[in-house]
């Protein structure tokens, strides 16, 4: 089942174009599984062909650049072939998609579409890593973390000081750490 929420009227995605998207996967008692949002990156993939009447892929078919939709896909279809995840409760899947970018791959030579594809996801990381910093003294900012900063602008907090010797360049070493998104400040 889907509902185009936003069609922007443009040439549907084929199999074989590259597509950039932002998807919240939740199950229909809203658990969400997964969320580009959250995580801040995109799932960026060529399109395979569908695998079976229905599949998500059927269902991005039906899309263009710019257009959102909610896509559902019952589980019992979905894994007719292997058992269903551990903590995977209720009928259905729903993907919320939003499709940020379509690379069209049409008649263009594997090289040329590889080598638009490389430039998007370039171009991408540039505006990611341009705003990284900004988003990084913010999320200090509002945390009022008293940090150290490394030659190579890695931030941390040391919130319980080890004993023994320092490692060196080499050694092995057993490190406890957070990691945080600093968009929402989850622990990944």
């Known amino acids: 089942m889907y509902n185009i929420v936003v069609d922007k009227g443009g040439p549907t995605i084929q199999s074989g174009d590259f597509v950039s998207a932002d998807v919240v996967i939740k199950t229909d ?76 791959k049409g008649t263009l030579s594997e090289q040329v579409f590889e080598g638009r594809v490389t430039d998007y996801l370039k171009s991408e990381s540039d505006v990611l890593k341009k705003q990284e910093p900004a988003l990084i003294k913010k999320y200090i900012a509002d945390k009022k973390l008293t940090v150290t900063t490394t030659a190579d602008s890695l931030n941390y907090v040391i919130t319980t000081p080890g004993v023994g010797p320092t490692p060196a360049v080499g050694d092995t070493a057993v490190v406890n750490y957070t990691g945080r998104f600093v968009s929402n400040g989850k622990v990944f």
């Open 29 to 104: 008692a809203d658990s969400v599984l997964q969320s580009t949002y959250e995580t801040g990156k995109r799932i960026e993939t060529p399109i395979p062909k569908p695998q079976g009447k229905g599949d998500i892929i059927s269902g991005l078919l039906k899309l263009s650049e710019g257009d959102s939709a909610i896509i559902k896909i019952n589980l019992d279809s979905m894994y007719k072939k292997q058992p269903k995840p551990p903590g995977i409760k209720g009928k259905y899947i729903v993907y919320n998609i939003k499709i940020q970018k379509v690379i069209a």
